[in-house]
């Protein structure tokens, strides 16, 4: 696909679909055999979900922009609304992404969230990032603003994880079916791509999925 921080989700329904249709979207399913779908990603989140009981799977590019639109609460919706896939039969693995720990966001992603989600204050926390710099030459950052209104502080970081993992459990995948790497992106670019990590001068990796012919 060519990924665009979307809701959309594409069916996939024989090897020349793609051919045939130029697709443009963050949610690609299929039940055709022989096919693999795959998402690219260097900080968002891939989510990759199986029924191998019935034949059909789906991968999912999930960026904060996807996450709020729902990709993979859509995506899994359409597998079970076209496949006849069942929560039980349902497994989804969640791949490395940037974690809570790297990933600070501003009021346009807080306010966004918080008109989607009940439950977004739950995937926001304050964190305090370390600045060697700041931590030396302390004097160098003091603010004659009152109280309150410096903008030296606590950022806002977001829990991507545990946004698509909700959303999975909202889709009726049972907890123990749900699979999540532990690596954050921005921590690991020693073995993991990171657009945020790297400056944006990195490499894409792939998440795939699929089914033996």
Not at 11 to 21: T, W
Not at 108 to 114: A, G, L, N
Request: charged share 25%.
């Amino acid at each position: 696909m060519r990924q665009i921080h979307s809701g959309l989700v594409h069916i996939v329904k024989s090897k020349d679909f793609i051919a045939d249709h130029p697709l443009r979207g963050d949610g690609i399913v299929t039940s055709h055999r022989g096919v693999v779908l795959a998402v690219q990603v260097a900080d968002c989140v891939p989510v990759l979900v199986a029924d191998a009981k019935r034949g059909s799977v789906g991968a999912f590019h999930a960026g904060w922009r996807g996450t709020a639109k729902r990709i993979v609460e859509r995506g899994v919706g359409s597998m079970r609304a076209v496949f006849g896939s069942k929560r039980e039969d349902l497994y989804a693995a969640i791949g490395p992404c940037i974690h809570s720990c790297c990933y600070a966001v501003g009021d346009e992603v807080i306010d966004e969230f918080r008109s989607q989600f009940s439950y977004a204050d739950e995937l926001f926390s304050e964190v305090y990032d370390r600045d060697p710099i700041k931590e030396k030459y302390p004097l160098l950052f003091l603010t004659a603003r009152a109280p309150g209104h410096s903008n030296i502080g606590p950022q806002t970081h977001l829990d991507l994880v545990e946004a698509n993992r909700r959303q999975l459990l909202d889709a009726g995948i049972a907890g123990e079916q749900i699979w999540s790497a532990e690596e954050c992106t921005s921590c690991r670019t020693d073995l993991l791509f990171s657009h945020r990590g790297e400056a944006g001068y990195t490499g894409r990796m792939m998440g795939v999925v699929g089914l033996l012919k």
